[in-house]
């Protein structure tokens, strides 16, 4: 599975972006999760979406701002991001794995290349 992200950019503090993830390679019958990076931090959890769409997770600082949907249609997984703040500046990476533990600890078998979010004040 090749993981494609996109939509990143740069964007007033309230504003928005929608961030996409394409699956290729294979039908994308694999869980899902959103990761941010700043320069010279760890990686976070941002937010986790089940196979079938049904379950979905999100860490605390992007509750109800962010909203993580996927179309297995079109093997794509979308980061709905609002009201958007500069601290969630950051690279934004998308990830899959057949496996549940492996997203929420970061150790996913499947990274997209990370897309740029740069939030201003």
């Known amino acids: 599975v090749q993981l494609q992200a996109c939509g990143g950019g740069l964007v007033q503090a309230g504003g928005s972006l929608r961030l996409s993830c394409a699956a290729s390679g294979r039908t994308f019958n694999y869980h899902a999760g959103w990761f941010r990076q700043i320069l010279g931090k760890e990686r976070e959890f941002v937010a986790f979406?089940?196979?079938?769409?049904?379950?979905?997770d999100y860490a605390d600082s992007v509750k109800g701002r962010f909203t993580v949907s996927r179309d297995n249609a079109k093997n794509t997984v979308y980061l709905q991001m609002n009201d958007l703040k500069p601290e969630d500046t950051a690279v934004y990476y998308c990830a899959a794995d057949y496996s549940l533990a492996p997203i929420m600890q970061s150790r996913a078998d499947y990274w997209g290349q990370g897309t740029q979010v740069t939030v201003s004040s």
């Open positions: 979406i089940s196979r079938s769409g049904a379950s979905t």
